[in-house]
């Protein structure tokens, strides 16, 4: 019964607009608590300080909820439809991650999943709760564990048949399903994910320290950022694509089914001039129901000004100037910089 519920449920997933479903236990991922131990004990979440707080259940999906006894790993593809690397070239332009250029994907997902855990219930009964990077879940090593893909030499998973352009699910459910065998290691020698790191964030293959990360830096890194790195973020003001765009097993990817995921136009390559004069209501309005929206104005403003200190564009340079005198103590610090790496008009 349990393997033909299970080919029932991979089969509703596929329907529902998953790429892929695949399932492990709660217990299939024993490494994870000595990886994240000493992962946060050298330092390298950087200020993402519930990492620590909740490493119990982080690093022991069984401790997370007792009763569990599978989890359902389902990927949603999100993949590009232009080469995310091309709005690098232009420096008057925002470099915006693509995750972030459609709508939230926590939503958008989620409701996914609670269509599909519904089924399930109605299906076979039980219970389950439902995870989209909201909470103390590994996702990535569960998704490995369940077959999905593996953890790439960025520490992102792909896979032989996705790429790495997709967003991960959870289901957990007191439901006992078949296992799957956990998936392989087939990066071989390629080093093309690190190499193009611009912030030299991989201290090993398969290691990152988010201190040097620019999708920490741009969004979960409050205050300044380091001067060290600021002219390494180059015009990313959310995000960074770098390593998951050279990952040779894209040219497999799917292409992404949700229309909600699909770039919004004015987020592929936005005007650095018209973002920085955004106020905090303009802000809001402007990114309503993005997931930028929640790192706020101020944080945002202060990545733009970074972009437009790195631009070389003398014309930017009143814009950095418009700032320097702004409420926020770190956009101030920001606006000071570009315009201390700006030539005058």
């Known amino acids: 019964?349990?393997?033909?519920?299970?080919?029932?449920?991979v089969a509703r997933a596929l329907?529902?607009?998953?790429?892929?479903?695949r399932v492990?236990?709660?217990?299939?991922?024993p490494q994870v608590a000595e990886r994240l131990a000493t992962f946060v004990g050298a330092g390298r979440h950087g200020q993402m300080g519930w990492m620590a707080e909740r490493m119990g259940w982080r690093g022991d999906p069984a401790a997370l909820w007792p009763e569990a006894r599978s989890v359902i790993m389902l990927a949603e593809?999100?993949?590009p439809e232009v080469d995310p690397l091309a709005v690098l070239e232009r420096p008057d332009r925002g470099a915006v991650s693509v995750y972030a250029q459609g709508r939230d994907y926590h939503d958008v997902v989620k409701k996914r999943l609670k269509r599909l855990g519904r089924w399930l219930i109605?299906?076979?009964?039980?219970?389950?709760?439902?995870?989209?990077?909201?909470?103390?879940?590994?996702e990535k090593p569960l998704a490995e564990a369940a077959g999905l893909g593996w953890q790439g030499k960025h520490t992102n998973l792909l896979a032989r048949d996705l790429g790495n352009w997709f967003f991960l699910g959870a289901i957990f459910t007191t439901l006992e399903l078949p296992p799957d065998a956990a998936g392989e290691e087939h990066c071989g020698s390629c080093t093309a994910c690190l190499d193009i790191c611009?912030?030299?964030?991989?201290?090993?293959?398969?290691?990152?320290?988010?201190?040097?990360?620019?999708s920490y830096l741009t969004i979960e890194h409050k205050g300044p950022v380091d001067v060290e790195l600021r002219a390494k973020l180059g015009n990313r003001i959310y995000g960074c694509d770098d390593c998951l765009a050279v990952c040779p097993w894209n040219k497999f990817?799917?292409?992404g089914r949700d229309a909600k995921l699909a770039a919004r136009e004015d987020l592929?390559?936005?005007?650095?001039?018209?973002?920085?004069a955004l106020d905090d209501a303009g802000f809001r309005a402007r990114f309503s129901g993005s997931p930028i929206k929640r790192i706020g104005r101020d944080r945002f403003v202060r990545n733009v000004l970074y972009a437009i200190g790195n631009s070389g564009l003398p014309r930017l340079r009143p814009v950095a100037q418009d700032l320097c005198e702004d409420a926020d103590e770190t956009v101030r610090d920001a606006a000071r910089w570009a315009v201390s790496r700006l030539p005058d008009l």
Do not use: H, N, W
């Not at 019964?1 to 449920?9: H, Q, T, Y």
């Not at 329907?15 to 479903?21: H, I, L, P, S």
């Not at 611009?198 to 620019?214: E, N, S």
């Open 1 to 9: 019964m349990s393997a033909e519920l299970k080919s029932r449920l």
């Open 15 to 21: 329907d529902e607009g998953f790429a892929k479903c």
């Open 24 to 29: 492990t236990t709660p217990d299939a991922v």
């Open 77 to 79: 593809m999100y993949t």
């Open 122 to 138: 109605e299906a076979a009964g039980g219970d389950i709760k439902v995870f989209v990077d909201t909470a103390p879940v590994m």
């Open 198 to 214: 611009p912030t030299d964030a991989f201290p090993a293959p398969f290691q990152l320290d988010a201190r040097r990360c620019i």
């Open 253 to 255: 990817a799917q292409r």
């Open 268 to 276: 592929l390559a936005p005007d650095l001039a018209e973002l920085a």
